[in-house]
Each structure stands twice: as C-alpha cells, then as structure tokens.
C-alpha cells in the first residue's frame, strides 16, 4: 500500500474550521463603490491596485500572503490563503473581485475564485458561500448556477486535485446609490488516501498470414502474443500445428518459448512457410502460461496457381504500302489468383517502321516490352503498337506473356502489304496563241504516282478541225485514224516512273481549238481524261 495524499497541517478538522472562519473575516469582501468607504484599518486592502505583499522564496516554497493577480487597476481585489494566512501552510485560496465603482441599476460581474494550492492533498465536499449586500443590490444570475436561500449563495463544488481552481461568476445590480458588501468564504473535506493494486495476467494471441498466396510464394507468418492484463504471465508458449503440406524449414509444427511477459507487454514472432499443395488452408496457433491462461488465434490462406490468356489481332489482313497496321494485344489472367509481374514481349519481323507504341512500352530494335505489373483475377491489360512498310511484304507479330509463377502464353498476327498503282495525267502546249499556218506541239506526260506498278497504259488523242495533223511521238508508237491519234499501250508503269508523249499540229484556221487526251490503264478501270485550248490567230 502507498500513501498517495497527504495535507502538511497534522489536524484536518481544525484547518476547515479555521478556513472558514478565515473566510468570514471582513477582509474575504469586496466593495465595488469607494464612495463610502471600509473602516480604516481595512479600506486600503480592499481598493488599491497594488500587489498583495510580496512573496518570499525560501527553498523553492512560496512564502507570504496571496498577491494580487494580474487583473484592471479598476477592480477591487481582495484574498486569502487559508486556514494560515501564508499561501507556503495553507491548502486553499479564495479570492473575491469586482469593479470599483458601476452606475445605479447597470448590470456588473464579480468573481469568486476557488484553488486548491496543496501539492498533494485532495480536497472533498468544496462549498462556496456568498452573502450578497442585505439592501440596494438586485441579483441577476450566477455561473455556474448557485443554490440561493435568501441573500445567501451556495456552491457545492465537491472535488479539488492538487492545484485545480474554479471560478464563480455573479451578476447583479446596485438599485440604489452607496456601497455594496458581499463577502465569500469556503469550506472543504480534506483527504488521506492510501492505493492498493489488484493485479491479473491474461493472454491474448493474434496471427497474421497473407490472404492469398501464389504456389511459388514463401508464406510470412506472424504472431502477436500480448498480456492485456496488470500482472505478469509466466513461462508463454506459442505453438503452431502447420496446414498439410505446409512446412517450415523442413518441419510441420513450430514453437516460440516467449518466457515472462509483463502486464500490458507484447511479443512479436515471425517465421516463414511453404506449401507444397494448392487449395484453401487454416493455421491455427495457440498461446499458453502457467496458471492455465490459454489464447488461440487463426488466420486463412488460399494458395492458388496463376493462368494467363492472351489474344493478339490486326487492324486488318492486308494493308497499303505505308499505311499503319495497329496490332492490339490483350492479356488476361484467367487463373484464381492475382498474377504478379506480368510482362509483354512483342517480336516483330517485316516492319520497316514501327509507328507507336501505347502504355509505356519500350522498344529495343523489333521487339517491345510492356511491364503490366499485377493483374488481379479475371482482370486484362490491352495495349497496342502500329507498325508500317514501304514496300511490299508482310509483318509477323508474336506476343508472349510470362508472370511469377505462371506459364507462358503466346499469340501471332499477320498483315500482307501490297502498293496501289496512281497515274497522273498532264498536258502542256506550246507555242500558246500559234499563227495559222504555223505548229504547235502539245506534251502528254504520264506519272505512276503510288506504290505499285500499273499496266496497259494507253494514250488516245483527238483534234478538231481547226488543227492538222503533223507527227507523233513518245514511249510508244503513234498511229492516226481520221481525226483521232492513238499510241500503243505501254506495257507497265512503274512506281513513280514516268512516259511521255508529244502531238506536233498545224494551225489551219482561226479558232479557239480543244486538244483531248484519254488516258486507259489496266488499274484505273476508267479513263482520265484531260483537254488543252489553243488560240488560232490570223
């Protein structure tokens, strides 16, 4: 047992006698009107705004009377230190204070201020006293609200710890001209306590394992072994009958011999598994100490196998020369456990070009890496690179997937790149206006502008009648019939190759002529067809 709460003075029942006695004294009052002032011995205490007399220190205790607190020089101040009278032997303070002076039936406040000052004691059964003036005064209300018999207040504020203070607050009204009196004072219980503690040990066992686990995967097990009690629990045990087919180092049981553990003491154990089969599992340990306290704790595991999917597709089978194919890329983990470090490897061969590549991934000549992370169960990841060529072929694409503990899955797609065939037909004259009698020769020019060879080009031209015919020559042989002039086809064009023609003519009469050129290729499907105006003067 301990002594927990002692007050210095030896006889309790005379300092409550004297204390309230010390309250009484007309020194515990405030006056709030110096109009009419206290007897003499006692009016200065009660109205000057100096401090009380000055402390003394004498080995670290305050000594002397209670000094005046740091409030308006307006204020009338006035308190004690009881039962002694010197704040270094008394237990308790109370200090009264108000206004100096207010105007007739203005509501005002003045405070009572209770503190216990004994380093140790408590202080039981505190009551507050208030006896307000007997005339000229009208009371309004008290904070915190009193018992009130009369003029007298009554404040039962029960408990005070070492140092805790408490403040009243009453307002009021003077009704009349003249001073106002109204004294507080306290009473209070002092204790002695003496403590005797009651003390039990207890056990409390947690285990800690993860959700899931891949078949791969070590399995951290960890176990909190803690004494929630106030008493010490003797000669903790922790044993722990591992899950079929689970083992750790070699061995299907563990033991932790924990020894002594203190009231509100804890103990963390650690140790790490492997499981040889997959399914759903329960670990179940139990906590032991002498005195028969027992604690059992359980924690579920599912030990599982990823699986990966993948597909991969192409925009399209067959592209134009330098038009992008986007290849897409899905994998999927089709398993029953999350797949971790999933990684996507695409080889490419044929692509001249690869174009972009989505979620971050990096290339390395004709391959691309994506790190997908962990994909969770049923969860996908889609992404996609473009790629080109400029001449004819095909790209082959393979994607292979692999994640931690999972096997590998892979998937191709192909795009076959063929050119597209695109003549451009111009016609020039010169010279442009011409002297009837006089030539003019027009140049037919025949550009393969796409990707891939085109065939059967032919050249049929028309004159009207204002023009003669003259000669014929070019890429390919010239024949004229009538009014119109055809060359031989051309065999093939290739990508951007270019044939040429040329029509020499005679002016024969003034006019506005028209000179027409139908180009025909075995890939355009229609003609082209382009005219020249030529001015015939005289």
Known sequence: MRLTHAVRSGDFRRLALLATAAALLPGACKSPDQRAPEPAERAPAARTAEPAQSAARDGGHRHGSLARPDISADWNWNGQALPTGDVATSVVTIENMGPASVNANAEYDYKIRVKNIAPTAHLADVVVTDHLPASGYAFASATPPAERSGEILTWKLGHL??????????????????????????????????????????????????????????????????????????????????????????????????????????????????????????????????????????APTTVSKPKLAITKTASSDMEILTRETVFTITVKNAGDCPAKEVVLTDAMTGAERILSVSDGGTISGSAITWKLGNLAVGASRTVTVAATRSTAGSIDDTATATAYCADPVSASASTLYRGVPAVLLELVDSPDPVLVGSTTTYTITVTNQGTAPDSDIAITCYLEDAVEFVSGAGSTPTTKTGATVTFAPLATLAPKAVARWTVTVRGAKAADSRFKVELNTKETGRPVVQSEATRIYE
Do not use: M, Y
């Not at 045990?237 to 002594?260: C, E, I, M, R, Y």
């Open 161 to 298: 710890a070492p140092g805790e203070a408490r403040e009243i607050v009453i307002r009021g009204r003077g009704t009349t001209t003249g001073s106002l009196r109204e004294c507080a004072s306290v009473a209070w219980t002092p204790l002695v306590c003496v403590t005797t503690d009651v003390v039990s040990a207890a056990l409390e066992l947690q285990k800690f394992a993860p959700a899931e686990v891949v078949h791969c995967d070590e399995i951290p097990l960890r176990f909190v072994v803690r004494n929630p009690g106030t008493g010490e629990a003797r000669n903790v045990k922790v044993t722990d009958q591992l899950p079929d087919g689970w083992t750790v180092n070699g061995s299907a049981a563990l033991a932790f011999d924990v020894g002594t553990l203190k009231g509100g003491e804890t103990r963390e154990l650690k140790a790490v598994a492997r499981a040889s089969k997959v399914g759903e599992f329960v670990n179940r340990a139990t906590a032991s100490a002498d005195g028969g306290l027992k604690a059992d704790a359980s």
